[in-house]
């Protein structure tokens, strides 16, 4: 390839990451820092939140001990959907409940109360609208830019893609014209701090912004993403029968046939001693029933219908259970880093501080590039 091609590329990529940089700055800067904020939201809560994790000790009481208590705190509220025990020592239960009013939109999940019980002594802890607290608020940031969810999550899959360009093409900027790549790690390649502070963060944080920047496309796209990798799409909690409202829509009931506990003792014909870790309360569709999922490799699930009092394992459970989506689980991990490990999870928050800093740095190369050549160009016309 000729010097003159070579250049003529090197200007057209340099080009297309200038833009990208310097056109998406206002969107991507915050998209990143949520992004961050958000490896570590549990350590946030805990610490934002302390006495909702006031725990006195195990979850040894019955499942209806911890239902009464959020059915108390949530009053007139909110109708209880979910429970979820505790995955380790320490941790509350939690138990979730759908606001009262009307129906969501198409698209549109609907507003839930949340509240945390003491699996020790049954007691409440709290009862909050988590969405509408600072977790909640990075975390609809970082989904959809807090716009609807529908047209968010596309405007944040392109923006994926606009980093994935931007991270290819900014490697291909620092890699050295001449000489070994190893060149390209020196900090004093300009008299500038920030060109250098530009390259030397941009080298470091590439490519795992670009991974990350994939793994996010995967998230807001599902559907092409299943398609493309040929996985099925997992089934939306509660289930639901042919031709029933089930999944996120459909409300739950107000009133059950059957008990928790009688839900939770029927279920352990299907998984003898394994222990429950969720229980989703039946809703209102063709046949109503709880879902109990249950810990361990691979979880399981299974149906209990709160007319006749029958299990069964949920669907995909036949079949040799297990998770119908391991891709989305490993993508989903790489993103946020959930049980990945510290050395992962810093390496994610670091990237999404990068974009902040080599937005600001690469616009303030640019107007300085500017204004060079406006100096250089004054004298000639001159």
Known sequence: MTQSLLGRLRRFWLNVHLWLGAGLFVVLVPLGLSGSALVWDTGLDHLLHPGRFAVTGPATLPASAYLDAARQGFGERATVAQLRLPEKPGDPVIVTGRMAGPPPAPGQRPRTLTAWVDPGKATLLGVAETRAEFIGTMHALHGNLLLSPALGRKVVGWLGWAM???????????????????????????????????????WLICIPLALLSLTGVYIAFPKTSHALFGVAAPQ???????????????????????????????????????????IVLPTRENEPAWRIQYAGKPPKSVRVYDASGEAEPSRGQQQGGGQQDPVSKTMRGLHD??????VWQTIIFIAGVAPTILGASGIVMWLRRRERRRHLARPAAE
């Open 164 to 202: 994935f360009v931007s991270s290819c093409t900014g490697l291909w900027l620092w890699w050295p014209r001449s000489g070994s790549p190893l060149k390209g790690l020196r900090w004093r390649r300009s008299p500038s701090f920030l060109n250098n502070l530009h390259h030397l963060t941009g």
């Open 236 to 278: 939306a909690p509660g289930g639901g029968g042919a031709g029933g409202r089930g999944g996120a829509q459909a409300a739950p009931l107000a009133k059950t046939s059957l008990s928790i506990d009688q839900a939770l003792k029927t279920a352990q014909v299907w998984a003898p001693g394994a222990k429950p870790s969720m």
């Open 337 to 342: 880093g959930g049980g990945a490990g510290i």
